[in-house]
């Protein structure tokens, strides 16, 4: 991966206020991070991950996100979940711990930047630290229900529950494209479009371009069942 810059003072202050782990770690092992971590920003659409690629790095986002989408044979592609400054990637830590190649993209929504931990590293953190084993396994643990939540979203809920429940989790505004958001749930956007027409016929939403507001929940709430992150 290109980009990449050794820690600098103001990286290592955004570091610790987005993972507060770090400055508990014993003296020797934050040493080794502020000395073998680095540091890289990623322009919007900028590919951070692709299918069938191995993790040489743990990922712990600073500004931006990350959707991490799976490519369908059809060509469209569903998004499994976005990772956050703050978060840990599902799909990073699995493949990190269990010697697996990635099975989803990881693609930079907005303009990335993140602390890179090498593999070896992050081996020694999680053998070596409670504290930090339990911080990752805890965020590992927490996307994977909000991923058990989308395929029970997928399985069992119709599209216009699940549009209905993106609008109100990600509102008042979204700023958004249609086609974006067709993307996000897996779908096209004719589909998604004619849905939010509907949606904006019954007075729950106005769109402008390249925004989308909620202006009646009540409406959208008789639609949606699942609330999602």
Do not use: W
């Not at 958004?176 to 849905?195: K, P």
């Amino acid at each position: 991966m290109r980009d990449k810059f050794v820690l600098t003072e103001a990286t290592l202050s955004q570091l610790l206020f987005q993972y507060p782990v770090v400055h508990q770690l014993p003296v020797n092992l934050q040493h080794t991070v502020c000395q073998t971590a680095v540091f890289v920003r990623l322009p919007a659409n900028r590919i951070l991950f692709r299918e069938g690629e191995p993790s040489h790095y743990f990922i712990m986002p600073l500004t931006g996100s990350v959707r991490v989408v799976k490519p369908e044979m059809s060509g469209r592609e569903i998004m499994l979940y976005r990772t956050l400054p703050g978060d840990s990637c599902l799909l990073t830590v699995s493949c990190l711990l269990g010697n697996q190649t990635y099975t989803a993209r990881g693609i930079v929504d907005e303009s990335f930047t993140a602390v890179l931990i090498p593999k070896p590293l992050f081996i020694e953190l999680i053998t070596q630290s409670d504290l930090f084993r339990t911080q990752v396994f805890k965020y590992f643990s927490e996307r994977l229900t909000l991923l058990i939540q989308l395929i029970e979203e997928v399985t069992f809920q119709k599209l216009d529950q699940r549009l209905a429940s993106t609008l109100l989790h990600r509102g008042p505004v979204l700023h958004i494209t249609q086609q974006q958001l067709a993307d996000d749930l897996g779908s096209v956007r004719e589909v998604v479009s004619r849905l939010l027409n509907a949606f904006k016929d019954l007075g729950a939403i106005e769109i402008q371009r390249g925004k989308i507001l909620v202006i009646n929940r009540t409406i959208l709430q008789q639609f949606s069942v699942i609330k999602r992150d």
